[in-house]
Nanobody
């Protein structure tokens, strides 16, 4: 299986920016679509963004489009999530995941998940 590990979260102020990273263990990383999800306390895990195997195609949840950018570096087996203009409502645990589907948006379409990284945005 694929092991994933997220880094880059932390406590920031509203309006700040963060760059989350997710490193994968397998050399076949480039054959997987990758996605980012987030989960706030007491709420269900929700889709944020996804990127295709080569990085040529992306799709974003309407609520984050314009502020979030997903990218990947297959040579480094890493996917990134750049978050600009952070808002308090962005506070959540952010997870990355791997899928063999094309630009999947549902949790059931992802086979492998990281442990998550906490993003906390203060006002």
């Amino acid at each position: 299986q694929v092991q994933l590990g997220e880094t880059g979260g932390g406590l920031v102020q509203a309006g700040d920016s963060l760059r989350l990273s997710c490193a994968a263990s397998r050399h076949t990383f480039s054959t997987y679509s990758m996605g980012w999800f987030r989960q706030a306390p007491g709420k269900e895990r929700e889709f944020v963004a996804t990127i295709s195997y080569s990085g040529s195609s992306t799709y974003y949840a309407p609520s984050v489009k314009g502020r979030f950018t997903i990218s990947r570096d297959n040579a480094k087996n890493t996917v990134y999530l750049q978050i600009n203009s952070l808002k308090p409502e962005d506070t959540a645990v952010f997870y990355c995941a791997a899928s063999r589907s094309f630009l999947p948006t549902m949790t059931s379409e992802y086979a492998y998940w990281g442990q998550g990284t906490q993003v906390t945005v203060s006002s």
